[in-house]
């Protein structure tokens, strides 16, 4: 007991934190290699003899075409941007130009394990833009509301397009409205001081004056501006406006990719490939790499095209993302000045806005 104790006091860690944190970094250290493998399944199949004849079309492929994919993700880079940016003008507003920089690097950075993505763009915005660490989660918390209107609407559209047949998109466009609707009426109940105390109230019930107190701290303060950001009509508007624009985006990448190697993928097919392909990089625990593609090749297997035959699109798609984001990260180091940021100092600022 005694020999725990002295270890605990020399280190600050207690041997079961210590133990807890190896695990965490062998997971994601397994969970990248899993990445890594889902990658190479893929590149093997892309390059398989079945598909040699699809991989020539690629040397004779249009620039013009070529342009579009690459365009297309370059749109996607930019719509993600500016989803960050409108969500957090409710309470503050930054250079849109800055977050589309942070978004684009941490973009690049998503591909690797231990949430590296995520870490920088809290650390950017930290220490660029004073935000505090509370209210940023608050903030991508918000952003994730969007993501989850969009996707489910989408998502359930296409698992009844077959019934809807025509009025797919237009099922799909009123699902969304009548989900922002619902999700701005709540907000609006829950924002601002009056939301607060509603909140404060409500938990001081459940969880007694412990609760109560806790609510009242500046850390939740923070983290309640989230809900400020989802009551705003106008900018809550503007950001499922461009989540679709970043779905549609992605959708006919997939759609431009085919037709680059001599498949046919459908609009609707696009977006619901698009869907399992955002979705399994946004919900990976373990970075994006590896993962998506696992997941676009096995929608586009539940839509009934062929894992093979559909190989070459996943890697074109993810090859030509990774191109404009290598881009796009290099420009917005330049941008950002990163060399000054890692000069500064973190911000412990933790007041109003």
Do not use: Y
Not at 60 to 84: E, M, Q, R, T
């Amino acid at each position: 007991m005694h020999d725990t104790q002295a270890r605990t006091d020399a280190t600050g860690d207690s041997p079961t934190k210590a133990s807890r944190s190896g695990v965490r970094i062998v997971v994601q250290v397994v969970g990248f290699l899993i990445g890594i493998a889902l990658l190479g399944w893929c590149v093997r199949l892309a390059l398989s003899e079945e598909n040699r004849e699809a991989l020539s079309e690629l040397s004779n492929a249009p620039p013009g075409s070529i342009a579009a994919l690459l365009g297309l993700s370059l749109v996607g880079v930019v719509a993600n941007g500016l989803i960050f940016w409108g969500t957090l003008v409710p309470v503050r507003t930054l250079r849109a130009l800055d977050v589309i920089a942070v978004n684009s690097l941490a973009t690049f950075l998503a591909n690797l394990p231990f949430k590296i993505g995520l870490l920088a763009r809290i650390a950017i915005h930290n220490r660029r833009d004073k935000a505090p660490m509370a209210m940023s989660f608050g903030w991508f918390g918000a952003v994730t509301a969007s993501l989850v209107l969009v996707s489910t609407s989408l998502f359930a559209a296409g698992a009844l397009r077959g019934v809807l047949g025509e009025w797919t998109v237009l099922a799909a466009l009123v699902m969304l409205v009548v989900q922002a609707v619902v999700m701005v009426a709540i907000a609006k109940r829950l924002s601002g001081e009056a939301g607060h105390r509603r909140l404060s109230r409500l938990l001081g019930r459940l969880g007694g004056r412990r609760a109560l107190r806790r609510c009242r701290s500046q850390v939740i303060r923070e983290l309640h501006m989230g809900l400020d950001m989802l009551a705003s009509v106008k900018w809550v508007a503007f950001v499922v406006t461009f989540r679709v624009v970043d779905f549609a985006s992605q959708a006919w990448r997939w759609v431009v990719s085919g037709e680059l190697v001599g498949a046919d993928v459908s609009p609707t097919d696009g977006i619901l490939i698009a869907g399992g392909h955002f979705l399994a990089g946004a919900l990976s625990p373990v970075g994006m790499l590896g993962f998506r593609e696992g997941a676009a090749i096995g929608t586009a297997e539940l839509l009934g095209l062929e894992s093979r035959e559909f190989a070459p699109i996943a890697l074109l798609t993810a090859g030509s993302e990774l191109v404009v984001v290598i881009a796009a990260s290099g420009v917005a180091i330049a941008w950002l000045r990163l060399d000054r940021m890692l000069r500064a100092k973190p911000s412990s600022e933790t007041g109003s806005l």
